[in-house]
């Protein structure tokens, strides 16, 4: 399928569209996807995430957590350095205008959202803060325990709030988020009254390992090669 990619304004904010070439506002079906990315920002690697779901039929939205920072222009370590800069509300915030406008002008008929890392912990703040999304994918994501002084909600606790549809990665050797936190994650998922929860756990992978920077230990490889067809087929049922 030949899609349609392009830097885009929504309101103040900036953020990369990748879509189906030739779809039209409203048509039937039509699919969105929320992409929050991890430190790279808007980066090589998550515009290829997002032109491959827009070659599958999804239009895709990335939010620009760094507002024009990536790793195409700047350092990770720079982009380190202003993770403390992000604050949740306003991040929220910025990621509902997004989700909106994937749902207004874009004429989304259902949209879900996917995160990797720090995305990944916001897609379960959104998801519990929104209940539009038809699903929610989050990649490893960052949960810290204790929480950064920028962190002002509690992922875990909230995430049982969330009513959609819930797949989460974890690798087993991620140096970031501990086996106790991710347990509790489980348990406030698992003890929703509404939607499923898909858990997908590597043992010997490392926080991020969906990124191919780095693919070159195999075990973060080979979690990937066996994560991502997985996550294509649920995005497949959330369609519509």
């Known amino acids: 399928m030949s899609i349609e990619t392009s830097t885009v304004r929504v309101g103040d904010l900036s953020a990369y569209l990748a879509r189906p070439a030739g779809r039209g506002l409203g048509d039937a079906g039509a699919s969105g996807m929320l992409l929050l990315p991890m430190i790279t920002g808007i980066g090589e690697q ?5 032109d491959e779901l827009a070659g599958r039929g999804i239009t895709a939205l990335t939010w620009d957590a760094f ?23 306003t991040a929220l915030a910025e990621q509902t205008a997004l989700l909106d406008h994937l749902l207004g002008d874009l004429g989304c008929t259902s949209a879900g959202v996917m995160g990797w890392c720090l995305g990944g912990r916001f897609a379960l ?6 209940q539009r999304l038809s699903g929610v994918v989050a990649y490893h994501p960052t949960v810290r325990d204790p929480a950064p002084p920028n962190h002002d909600l509690d992922p875990v ?15 087993e050797a991620d140096s970031v988020v501990s086996h106790e936190t ?15 929860t898909f858990t997908q756990h590597f043992p010997g992978a490392e926080h991020g390992f969906s990124d191919s920077s780095r693919h070159g230990t195999a075990v973060n490889a080979d979690a990937y090669a066996l994560s991502w067809p997985q996550t294509l087929a649920f995005l497949d049922t959330r369609k519509g």
């Open 125 to 130: 703040l959104l998801a519990a803060r929104d």
């Open 157 to 171: 606790a909230l995430s049982a709030r969330i009513t959609a549809p819930v797949l989460v990665a974890y690798p």
């Open 67 to 89: 507002h024009g920072a990536s790793t195409d222009n700047t350092s990770r370590e720079d982009l380190g350095a202003k993770l403390g800069e992000l604050r949740d509300e």
């Open 46 to 50: 998550v515009r290829a995430w997002a």
């Open 182 to 196: 991710f347990a509790r994650l489980q348990t406030a998922l698992q003890s929703r009254p509404r939607g499923a």
